[in-house]
């Protein structure tokens, strides 16, 4: 099932930024993290894997790294959500090729408007997708409305290292290194994206810091929210539950 939907601003954005990317997106997502993605993603996934789910919602799913990871670590059925036709494709061929297109379904939709019924969601997990919404709290609020009463929420964004030595290392990195090893992997549009995603890095932090973000998750209905520093600070790994459950 694919859903039209209205793209504000930053959908847009987000839209135009990964339309060329999805025949090499795991190629750069491991070059942009320094070869640490999957690791993030495993740590991601496992609040999710232990509460048993019997169905799951991954937002801003891609071309469905993380939800073909879900449902070989679980039993349950897996819903991707993503805000790109161009990822979904690929995604849909990603299922196919893992042999699981009978329990994940893909859904063309915004996160901040998800097409779904309050509580339908014993678990949800969401990547990189903060920085492309327009306002991070209300989408919060709006993942947390359609997971049941003590479902598991567990997201991972790139972050910035907090030691003087290691976010110097990181800011020459994302600066410099990352454009060009965009171009070596996948040609200008990868370089698009290797010039931007540093500084998007640093300005998202700049208005929403990780204690905002805690707040923020506890005010849309999450608690015993957990931060997770990844390789050195590069990586952030937030999990919790959704307020109700016994």
């Not at 999710?48 to 801003?60: C, G």
């Amino acid at each position: 099932m694919k859903r039209d939907v209205t793209n504000a601003a930053p959908n847009t954005f987000a839209q135009a930024l990964f339309a060329r990317l999805p025949a090499r997106y795991d190629a750069l997502a491991a070059v942009l993290s320094i070869g640490q993605d999957r690791r993030w993603r495993s740590a991601m996934v496992e609040p999710v894997v232990a509460s048993n789910p019997a169905l799951v919602l991954d937002v801003a799913c891609g071309p469905c790294g993380v939800t073909t990871r879900l449902a070989r670590a679980t039993t349950a059925h897996v819903i991707g959500l993503d805000l790109s036709e161009a990822m979904i494709r690929k995604g849909e061929r990603n299922v196919e090729l893992a042999g699981l297109s009978e329990r994940i379904a893909l859904v063309l939709g915004r996160g901040e408007q998800l097409p779904f019924g309050d509580a339908t969601f014993d678990a949800l997990t969401f990547t990189y997708l903060l920085r492309y919404v327009r306002d991070p709290a209300a989408t919060l609020r709006e993942l947390a409305r359609v997971v049941k009463p003590g479902g598991a929420i567990a997201s991972l964004e790139f972050a910035v290292p907090n030691a003087r030595g290691w976010h110097v290392a990181w800011w020459l990195y994302t600066r410099g290194v990352l454009p060009v090893a965009g171009f070596v992997t996948g040609g200008r549009p990868w370089w698009v994206v290797g010039r931007f995603l540093g500084p998007s890095i640093s300005r998202h932090y700049r208005s929403y810091s990780v204690p905002w973000t805690v707040k923020a998750w506890e005010a849309a209905g999450i608690e015993r929210v957990e931060c997770r520093s990844m390789s050195l600070g590069g990586g952030l790994v937030m999990s919790g539950y959704r307020v109700g459950g016994a």
